[in-house]
């Protein structure tokens, strides 16, 4: 305040009307506003002086940086022009460096300044000034003082630093492989060696190099497979090279019933969508594939297993799907042949109805016997999420898998004339140069209706479009349900963008709602999505300000202006895995009545948001991958390959292990939290473009999030059988004895029990009444006997109690220690609550399973 009453001085009225003056008097009472609205702001004490979550910021500035500027501050002449083609024979110019230095003197002065008028001079760090192509500084700051310069009205940006680079397969290096299980079996030369993983799914492209055994190591006859290789004109000799060691196609269904078209589906193992040849490539691609879309490349993407064999079932097919009997035979082909592990990136759209259980339809019938000849079989848990009961792979003998969403991100920027900076999203290349485009809406430069099926505002049809209005110039369309549910696509849009000689297109929202659906795939032409509704609004609020129309709305001069980033630079930010929106979710349901089971689903989480891996150019699923080698999709359908392709690194390591301990390592050893303590998340519908977060619970991921390295030595092991299997579809009130004989030619025993007594790596009521024990039992796998301990925390309105809460255990199969678990109800309530139960090794081995109960009833 000393300072305030000092200014009031007659003496000072000459200093005041200096420009200087004023320009230092404005950053002060601007620094006095940020620091009293900091005090003032609730619960910000905390962090004040706290110096121990000091990060790196990029700081972005107002000003345009030497590449940009055009003049306009006095003393300073505009820099951007040199920056042009003739750049190499101007910059030798002294009086043009001399103009470069001097805005570049004065843009460091800037940075100087601000950082000074804010902080204490050893408060902060400056790494770099950025002058050239940013105008902004690198700064070590805490988390306070960044929040203190986003509010600065000087500043653009303030953004935490996090390694880039382009965007590949990401999961191999997020999961820890290289250093992890793959070092353990050889590296990439040998993850999965002779472990073979059956796809059953729309088939292979043999000819694309995530396939090729070009250059590696020959891979020799495996005898234990039995299958064949079908040829065809369209799938030669020679498609099966090791790597793919057998592949065959199954559509007898599907050509009874008339919808079969052999010059779309093909008549053999041949992928004519896209889907079977990505699933493939994530579970045992190989290595080091480069991805290459519309000339240029993504990173590199590489299968969990690269080593492994791929023994291809195509079953389903474009646009039909697959037909049961198709699919079964696949599965049962797949069995005889003797593969490891069976992916099924399939399931129903509903719960069957041709049994009275879940657990007895014909599909999941037959998975049982494939667990019974000791295969693994990993399903989809299905995209029905974020609602409960939208689980469609049901049974206990199943490894079903939910999506998650890894730690890349997708930025990139639209900078507009007044110097506004929004942020949207957009795997596109940024405007060409530094200069800044002309905006242009599409409304404003449409003739004509079109085509009834089409908004002109989707930017479909470039017929509609006024060329010499849009030539050049940046257009603006709106990203609208019909990209969602009607015929409106991204490729199409750049095909627009290209006849018209546009310079590149933003895409706004009219609501928030499609923006949540919007996927970023590669675009050929400058692109950003601005995908919520505040954005798009800022946007246009802009655009009409600077447009001129006359009295019937006619433009008479387009004055908005605007330039994109580059946004085919990807983001990585370390965060652990979220649960995706679309990921379906538990409870699982035992009847097509939807009736809860005391049965755990999904049962993992592992990556399947926006998965990089290999595609067929004659592939027709994915529009905006038509003609490329490569896409990037999301599903259960991709996150399944990912936990086949890791099971068969588990499986190579210990090729005695059955189904059950390959699921029980996995399930038991999965991540519930973050690297610092905190619980996972999972997304779920907020109404507008960005998915609401909150604690995920196991409904939503099973165990966790697959954790490899820790499933590779989990100390115990939860064991079940074919016989434990039958047990429990005879126990409670699943089906009757008669059913379960028909469907398993096993009788059912005297006694079964309760579908909750299964020996799972779980434990689970729909609905608890007063109290209940079940028990389980964990088998040593490890090579020494090891003490546990056990700790737990109790679902709502329930007490656990375990007995013992701590064992010794020995060396083998023999050494068994069954735990009783007591369930306690204290009080009654509809509401589902989750609890934990964890074993602590005194050799290390840590591992823990979920607990969730529905209804309680005293």
Known sequence: MARMDCIRKPALSKALKSVGFYASLQRRWILVVILVLEVLIPGNDAVVGNHADIDTYIVVMEDLPIVGYKGGIPGLRGTAKYFTNNWKKHHRRDHVKDLVR??????????????????????????????????????????????????????????????????????????????????????VAGAGENVIIGIVDTGIDPKHPSFSTSGQKPYGP?????????????????????????????????????????????ASPLDGDGHGSHVASIAAGNWGV????????????????????????????????????????ACDKAVEDGVDILSLSLGPNSPPGGSTSTFLNILDVALLNAVKANILVVQAAGNGGPFAKTVTSFSPWVLSVAAGVDDRTFPNSITLGDKKVLKGTGLAPATKGPGFYRLVLAADATQGQGSPLFSPSDCQEPSLFNRAVVSGSLLICTYGFSYIFGGSTLQQLVKTIEAVGAAGVVLIVDSDGPGSKFDPVPLRVPAIGLLNLADSTALLSYYQTNTKKDQTGKVVSFGASAKLGNGQIIGYTGVAQKVAIFSSRGPDVKDF?????????????????????????????????????????????????????????????????????????????????????????????????????????????????????????????????????????????????KEVFAATKTPCPPAPGMPSDLNT???????????????????????????????????????????????????????????????????ASQMASFGQIRFKGSLGHALHIPVSVGVKEI
């Not at 990173?299 to 474009?318: E, H, N, T």
């Not at 977060?693 to 390295?709: C, H, K, R, V």
């Not at 007490?799 to 007591?822: A, C, D």
């Open 593 to 737: 009545d939807f009736n809860e089971a005391d049965v755990l689903k999904p049962n993992v989480l592992a990556p399947g948001f926006l998965i990089w891996g290999a595609w067929t150019p004659i592939g027709i699923d994915q529009p905006a991958y038509q003609g490329q080698q490569f896409a990037m999709i999301s599903g259960t359908s991709m996150a399944t390959p990912h936990v086949a392709g890791l099971s068969a690194l588990l499986k190579e390591k210990y090729p005695t292990w059955s189904p059950a301990a390959l699921s029980s390592a996995i399930i038991t050893t999965a991540d519930v939290q973050d690297k610092q303590g905190r619980s996972l998340l999972s997304e779920q519908l907020s109404g507008g473009s960005t998915p609401f977060l909150q604690d995920a619970t196991p409904f939503d991921m099973g165990g966790g999030a697959l954790n490899i390295n820790a499933a590779r030595n989990p100390g115990l092991i939860f064991e079940a059988g074919y016989l434990d299997y039958v047990r429990f579809l005879c126990s409670g009130n699943i089906s009757n004895p």
């Open 290 to 329: 480069p991805v290459i879309v519309n000339n240029v490349t993504y990173g590199k993407i590489s299968g969990m297993a690269p080593r492994a064999r791929i023994a291809i079932y195509k079953a389903l097919y474009p646009l039909i799907g697959g037909f049961i009997p198709d699919v079964i035979k």
């Open 222 to 266: 495996l005898k234990k497979y039995q299958g064949v290789c079908e040829v065809a004109k369209e799938f030669p000799a020679g498609s099966c090279n090791g790597k793919v060691i057998g592949a065959q196609h199954f559509a007898a269904a599907a050509s009874q019933d008339g919808v079969f078209n052999a010059s779309l589906h093909f």
């Open 761 to 827: 790596p779980s434990i689970t009521f729909a609905t608890l009444v007063e109290a209940k024990t079940v028990s389980r039992t964990v088998t040593n796998l490890m090579v020494t006997g090891e003490t546990y301990t056990i700790t737990w925390t109790n679902p709502a309105d329930v007490v656990i109690t375990v007995t013992p809460s701590q064992f010794t255990i020995g060396i083998g199969r023999q050494n068994k220690q069954t735990i009783n678990i007591l369930l306690r109800v204290t009080l």
């Open 102 to 187: 001097k805005y570049q003197s004065h843009l460091i002065q800037k940075h100087h300044t601000l950082l000074e008028d804010l902080f204490e001079e050893h408060s902060f760090t400056k790494l770099y000034s950025f002058t050239h192509i940013l105008n902004g500084a690198a700064v070590r700051l805490t988390s306070h003082q960044a929040a203190v310069l986003t509010k600065h009205p000087s500043v653009v940006r303030v953004e935490k630093s996090y390694t880039v680079k382009k965007a590949t397969i990401h999961t191999p290096d997020y999961l820890g492989l290289p250093q992890g299980i793959w070092s353990e079996l050889g590296g």
